[in-house]
């Protein structure tokens, strides 16, 4: 399924916005859903989420196993990982992924361990489009 880019608000770019590969999806937690907005990001080693998605979905955020995260170029991120259920909207599967939720973090990112190993992702930011396969 192909998605468009989107126009993201960046006070520190020139133009005061950049374009991303940005994906609606739902997160599940014990009975509980949130519907979150996620980069979908090659860079991150991981899926990580802010805090205030833990408390939507009803997620004790410390009761998970911690972790450091080491952003590109930030300081570290304390945050604590638990599993959840994702679905990308419009599709029909749900997966299990281990996701961390940190306090520190901005924006939800879609990384290598638990979506990519999930779903073929082919980006052309040159057409200002990427699109994502499911793999099951």
Do not use: W
Request: aromatic residues 14%; contains cysteine.
């Amino acid at each position: 399924m192909e998605f468009p880019y989107e126009i993201y608000p960046d006070d520190v770019h020139p133009k005061g916005y950049v374009v991303l590969p940005l994906l609606d999806v739902t997160l599940f937690y014990r009975g509980n859903q949130h519907d979150v907005k996620c980069l979908v990001d090659s860079g991150a080693d991981e899926c990580l989420f802010h805090s205030s998605v833990a408390e939507n979905l009803g997620i004790d955020l410390e009761s998970g196993e911690p972790r450091t995260y080491l952003p590109v170029g930030g300081s570290a991120i304390e945050g604590f990982v638990h599993r959840i259920g994702l679905q990308i909207h419009g599709f029909d599967e749900q997966i299990e992924i281990e996701a961390g939720f940190s306090r520190e973090n901005q924006l939800s990112l879609l990384g290598q361990a638990g979506f990519f190993e999930n779903y073929e992702v082919i980006f052309r930011r040159y057409e200002k489009r990427f699109e994502i396969n499911s793999i099951f």
